[in-house]
């Protein structure tokens, strides 16, 4: 299947400092890109839903502009966490779809942790 | 509107008995039914799909599903359950936009 590969696989930083996680589809173009938050022990909730050139659509209740998303490319999403809180502490798990293709591919996922 | 209902958040079988994960959908259009499987801290692996066509579909590990429009579900099996299985799982319809998940189902096997 096709490969999805996201980066970094964990993180800490620091309360009040931003981070950044990046999504690549390795060898197909991603015309769609998702972004979910997993807490413990839970589902994936959708955050965003991008589209290569075009503002992402962000679920509701979700803050635009402390989780900024960019879909630059056919091949790249970045999901970039503002003024980071220990409450945004998470799982951070990105898929992405292409094309004509009825499944989505998924990252390894980011564990975020802002101490 | 599309969503996933599983039943049961954690199960347990020993290994070599029967794995049946259940998950029923709805959906306002024809859905594709998908079965996700999750390792701690990995993301998610697709097992196995339904989109058109056979009904029961096969995937990895042994592992199948059957769509049953009728009682819109699509539970997962797999005859015999190996220590390698327990992981999370979880069940997704798409409307061939989105992805909704269910809440995912802890599989344990017992040795």
């Known amino acids: 299947g096709a490969v999805v590969s996201q980066h970094p696989s964990w993180v800490i930083c620091k309360s009040g400092t931003s981070v950044k996680i990046e999504c690549r589809s390795l060898?197909?173009?991603?015309?769609?890109m998702f972004w979910y938050r997993q807490f413990p022990k839970q589902s994936l909730m959708l955050m965003a839903t991008?589209?290569?050139?075009?503002?992402?659509?962000?679920e509701q209740g979700v803050e635009k502009d402390k989780f900024l998303i960019n879909h630059a490319s056919l091949t790249l999403s970045t999901l970039t966490v503002t003024s980071a809180h220990p409450e945004d502490s998470s799982f951070y798990i990105c898929?992405?779809?292409?094309?004509?293709?009825?499944?989505?591919?998924f990252g390894q996922g980011t564990r975020l942790t802002v101490v | 509107a599309q969503s996933v209902t599983q039943l049961g958040s954690h199960v347990s079988v020993s290994e070599g008995a029967l794995v049946l994960l259940r998950c029923n959908y709805s959906?306002?259009?024809?859905?594709?039914l998908f079965w996700y499987v999750q390792y701690p801290n990995q993301g998610l692996q697709l097992l196995l799909k339904?989109?058109?066509?056979?009904?029961l579909v096969k995937g990895i590990n042994g592992f199948e599903a059957e769509f049953k429009k009728s009682e819109t579900s699509f539970h997962l099996t797999k005859p015999s359950a190996h220590m390698s299985d327990a992981a999370e799982y979880f069940c997704?319809?798409?409307?061939?936009?989105?992805?909704?998940f269910g809440t995912g189902t802890s599989l344990t096997v017992i040795p």
């Open positions: 898929s992405a779809r292409g094309g004509t293709n009825t499944e989505a591919f």
């Open positions: 060898d197909f173009q991603a015309t769609t």
């Open positions: 991008s589209n290569e050139g075009s503002k992402a659509t962000y």
């Open positions: 959906s306002s259009v024809p859905p594709y």
């Open positions: 339904y989109t058109t066509g056979a009904t």
């Open positions: 997704a319809v798409s409307d061939r936009w989105q992805f909704y």
